[in-house]
T-cell receptor, first 115, second 111 residues
Framework: GDSVTQMEGPVTLSEEAFLTINCTYTATGYPSLFWYVQYPGEGLQLLLKATKADDKGSNKGFEATYRKETTSFHLEKGSVQVSDSAVYFCALHSYSGAGSYQLTFGKGTKLSVIP | DVKVTQSSRYLVKRTGEKVFLECVQDMDHENMFWYRQDPGLGLRLIYFSYDVKMKEKGDIPEGYSVSREKKERFSLILESASTNQTSMYLC??????????FGPGTRLTVT
């Protein structure tokens, strides 16, 4: 079945440091890929997405490129802020038949940014 | 603005009780989902619904049931709560095939 593997956390960075959170996937066909973010005490929000190979999703200074050859979708940000402290989830969408619109999530990576 | 609301943020129930978790969306979305979130396990899909009165099992449906009598409302039911159902429960809805909008979550403790 489909699966998503993302780097284990927690990750602790100083403000203005460079961020990379690795994400790789296994899926049949051509899935769409997503990064969701969960701020403390809140539900998940879509951060960015890419629907086909070589697409780059970007939002709020975060970027991720859909790499089909390495089955990866790593999240990057050039300069993190304290307000970026959250849990980040990589996810993929694939159609599994019979009206099935499912997302498969990674286990999440907790990011803490210290001043 | 997109809004998904859940009936309670925190809930404490006793083992064996019947528990109802309610989710309401105001976006006229066809698809609705229930997940549970546990440390180290991420999000796991319990049930989803792609139309009124329609439901499909997700990855971990055992011990749960759902009800969707109206388009905007999707209920998760624990017929007889057990301690291993202590978790964070997240509801989501979507119109398009991919982008899901999440509620704030209900943290359920079963004692």
């Amino acid at each position: 079945g489909d699966s998503v593997t993302q780097m284990e956390g927690p990750v602790t960075l100083s403000e203005e440091a460079f961020l990379t959170i690795n994400c790789t996937y296994t899926a049949t066909g051509y899935p769409s890929l997503f990064w969701y973010v969960q701020y403390p005490g809140e539900g998940l929000q879509l951060l960015l997405k890419a629907t086909k190979a070589d697409d780059k999703g970007s939002n709020k200074g975060f970027e991720a490129t859909y790499r089909k050859e390495t089955t990866s979708f790593h999240l990057e940000k050039g300069s993190v802020q304290v307000s970026d402290s959250a849990v980040y989830f990589c996810a993929l969408h694939s159609y599994s038949g019979a009206g099935s619109y499912q997302l498969t999530f990674g286990k999440g990576t907790k990011l803490s940014v210290i001043p | 603005d997109v809004k998904v609301t859940q009936s309670s943020r925190y809930l404490v129930k006793r083992t064996g009780e019947k528990v109802f978790l309610e989710c309401v969306q105001d976006m006229d979305h066809e698809n609705m989902f229930w997940y549970r979130q546990d440390p180290g396990l991420g999000l796991r899909l319990i049930y989803f619904s792609y139309d009124v009165k329609m439901k499909e099992k997700g990855d971990i449906p055992e011990g749960y049931s759902v009800s969707r009598e109206k388009k905007e409302r999707f209920s998760l039911i624990l017929e007889s709560a057990s301690t291993n159902q202590t978790s964070m429960y997240l509801c989501a809805s979507s119109l398009e095939l991919y982008e899901q909008y999440f509620g704030p979550g209900t943290r359920l403790t079963v004692t």
